[in-house]
């Protein structure tokens, strides 16, 4: 971790991974529409994409009810994740300009952190599908908190491990929720349009909305959280 000293002239920023490195909704809403349907249940795409951000915990929850028990959540965990990643194996859908925008990031002195609901081994395959996996200092998934986004805990914890201040660090986001959690943790969201419109990523407290990553630049970035900060 950066010493204090250190940490308070860095800047970082914090990538989702789902919707922002890995185009992974229809792997997501594909393999969570089987499991659903193994087990009687229907799912829609309005309601997986109410879900999205959210942990499996918390998704398994809505649909199984919160009599699940521990053991059959994870059961039904293991299943939904394993039939994710054999999705994305079979064509890994990165998303356009994450590698360069990883890199220029990097050159330009960022430190560079991932903040997912996501649990261990879908981030580790995506970044190593990405081929960036050196590139992050701090990796947080979805086993290492409690609460899913909105909540803030997510980023909270990666912006520790970096050892930068939240407010020195922006946040690359593709839903509602996650932009919710940026800010709420008090960093500089920035929404790459997807599966929410730009006006949903917006009113969530968005300060820009981009179409691509390759609209981003380390400048624009350091821009971003230098007004964000108050300076």
Not at 102 to 113: E, P, Q, T, V
């Amino acid at each position: 971790m950066a010493t204090s000293a250190t940490a308070k002239g860095m800047r970082a920023v914090i990538f989702d991974v789902d919707g922002v490195l890995v185009d992974s909704y229809a792997a997501h809403f594909e393999s969570w529409r089987v499991i659903l349907e193994e087990n009687g249940l229907e799912l829609t795409e309005e309601q997986f994409a109410q879900t999205f951000g959210r942990t499996s915990r918390e998704i398994i929850a809505r649909f199984w009810g919160d009599g699940v028990g521990d053991t059959r959540s994870r059961e039904i965990d293991d299943r939904k994740e394993a039939l994710y990643r054999d999705i994305v194996r079979a064509k890994f859908p990165v998303m356009d300009g994450a590698v360069e925008l990883i890199d220029a990031l990097r050159a330009a002195g960022f430190a560079l952190g991932v903040g997912s609901s996501a649990p261990p081994a879908n981030v580790e395959l995506s970044l190593d599908c990405v081929g960036r996996r050196e590139a992050f200092t701090a990796i947080v998934t979805g086993r290492d908190v409690q609460r899913g986004k909105p909540d803030p805990q997510v980023f909270l914890l990666a912006a520790a491990r970096l050892g930068v201040e939240p407010l020195r660090c922006a946040v690359i986001e593709d839903a509602p929720a996650g932009i919710r959690a940026a800010e709420a943790a008090g960093a500089a969201s920035i929404a790459l349009l997807g599966t929410a419109s730009a006006d949903e990523l917006r009113a969530a407290g968005a300060r820009i909305t981009v179409g691509s990553l390759r609209e981003l630049s380390p400048r624009l970035v350091e821009d971003l959280i230098a007004r964000a900060a108050g300076g």
